[in-house]
């Protein structure tokens, strides 16, 4: 099969498609320390509240990632970047987002974050050099799946020991410090089995919310939709006898996720496996109507009998999930869906106020306290229209790339169709939940678009097994007889 695509090549046999780097260093096995240091890192930094418990983390982080970029650049093999699109638009948008403090309101303040946000797309760019064989894909994938099965498992017995031992918190912790800013924390930490913030009320239970080692709920259930696709991914690499385990873990996943009670979350998992569906489909919306109309009625079904049944705890679990969400609770405290709505028109209004170059990045936390709660509405108050629409041509990007990962599905086994599936569902999903949550900036968004491009080098070059269409193939025995 021959590709004719643009926007990268082989990695291995087509050099016109690689930008060389001259060797220093050392090591043929620097990739895939730096592509496992990498996933360690991401893993187990902020939104992981690791930091709190740990204040030298950040640090031990950062020169983790500093190891791993220079793994990369000096490795023994010639440094091989693909050509792809991600790069331009990426520069463009991370050079507005610099030049904008020279008139931020307090730019000093917007500096101190700069390190913490270079890093995510470094750790993209570390991810698409070091991930260039199916090997390392795999190696990527059940890392993040790994680290999504321990955080389920850590989460669920937590609830679990809160509700039958009546487990006390060790300790309890107000404040800390993320990436040089200080900030309020509300949690009750608990050992091993992480922390927790906040009950809900399920019938006459007092239900903790999933956290596991995250900030906050809504942190893990972000952390959760890249892992559960990620497993997804690898249910497709496995032999066989490994397959149900990995069942197994998905399920644990699905149920911690089910437990954050995160709203945003259920939405970006929900949109995620629909564009999940879809590639794995190979872009038949015949075939992705089908797939959802037979599971979709068991789960319309089953819904209606719990309801039916249990009528107070389906209440309860309404109310947690929704109702309390879009209400106001008197003068205690305003429901989340408000504070959201004021974010996102404060954050519209200084937009009209400034549409040509914004306030500044970074700069929302100064005026408001918080972001917009929305990741286009926080770019365009921050960076104005020039900054929005640098960040709609990189969000292009991307998107183009899982459109052309879905042509060249064509004539890709099992394993292949799955990776692209699994890799745009967790793109969608993710960027979905950052339309509730100023979350573009955590390491799971970034992560998920590296495995996209990932994804894409892999299709793009032709496998022993790929390389002659049955049509050429057919052809071919008619001319030579």
Not at 203 to 215: A, C, D, K, V
Not at 219 to 234: K, V
Not at 342 to 371: E, K, S
Not at 381 to 399: D, N, P, Q, R
Request: hydrophobic share 50%.
């Amino acid at each position: 099969m021959q590709h004719n695509e643009q926007l990268s090549g082989p990695l291995d046999e087509n050099p016109a498609a690689l930008i060389k780097i001259p060797n220093f260093l050392y090591g043929p096995r620097s990739r895939d320390i730096a592509l496992t240091t990498t996933i360690w890192v991401c893993m187990l930094s902020s939104p992981c509240a690791l930091f709190l418990v740990f204040p030298a983390y950040p640090f031990f982080a950062t020169i983790g990632l500093i190891y791993a970029a220079w793994a990369v650049l000096v490795e023994r093999k010639n440094l091989r970047v693909p050509k792809i699109n991600l790069y331009l638009p990426l520069a463009i948008f991370l050079t507005w987002g610099f030049i904008s403090l020279i008139y931020a309101p307090d730019p000093m303040f917007g500096m101190r974050n700069i390190l913490s946000v270079l890093m995510k797309p470094l750790v993209t760019i570390i991810i698409i050099a070091c991930a260039t064989t199916r090997a390392k894909v795999e190696q990527a994938i059940e890392l993040i799946s790994k680290f999504g099965t321990f955080f389920s498992f850590q989460a669920i017995l937590l609830i679990l020991a809160i509700l039958i031992v009546h487990l006390k918190p060790i300790a309890h912790i107000s404040h800390g410090a993320d990436a040089s800013i200080t900030q309020d924390y509300n949690l009750d930490f608990f050992g091993p089995l992480g922390f927790s913030m906040v009950a809900n009320q399920i019938g006459n239970i007092y239900l903790p919310r999933g956290q596991s080692m995250f900030t906050e709920p809504g942190h893990m259930a972000n952390f959760m939709e890249l892992s559960i696709f990620a497993t997804l991914a690898r249910s497709a690499m496995i032999d066989e006898p490994y397959k149900r385990a990995n069942l197994y873990f998905l399920i644990a996943q699905f149920v911690a996720l089910l437990f954050t009670f995160s709203t945003a979350g259920y939405i970006a998992l929900a949109v995620g496996l629909v564009v999940y569906s879809f590639v794995r489909t190979k872009g038949s919306v015949g075939h992705l109507l089908l797939t959802y109309i037979k599971i979709g009625i068991p789960i319309v079904v089953a819904l209606l009998v719990v309801s039916l049944a249990f009528p107070t705890i389906w209440d309860s679990v309404v109310n947690a999930i929704w109702v309390s969400k879009i209400t106001s609770h008197g003068i205690a405290w305003q429901s989340s869906s408000e504070l959201r709505e004021r974010d996102i028109q404060t954050g519209i209004a200084l937009f009209c106020a400034h549409p040509l170059f914004g306030i500044g990045w970074n700069q929302l936390r100064v005026v408001t306290n918080w972001g917009a709660n929305n990741a286009l509405v926080t770019t365009a108050a921050e960076l104005g229209i020039v900054g929005l629409v640098s960040y709609a041509y990189f969000l292009a990007a991307v998107v183009s790339t899982c459109a052309k990962n879905i042509k060249l599905l064509r004539y890709a086994d099992n394993a292949d169709t799955t990776l692209a599936a699994a890799a745009a569902g967790a793109f969608a999903a993710v960027f979905t939940h950052a339309l509730f949550v100023d979350s573009e900036y955590l390491f799971f968004f970034w992560i998920a678009i590296a495995l996209n491009y990932v994804c894409h080098n892999l299709l793009a070059q032709p496998r022993r097994d790929q390389t002659i269409s049955p049509l050429r193939t057919i052809s071919t025995a008619i001319s030579q007889k």
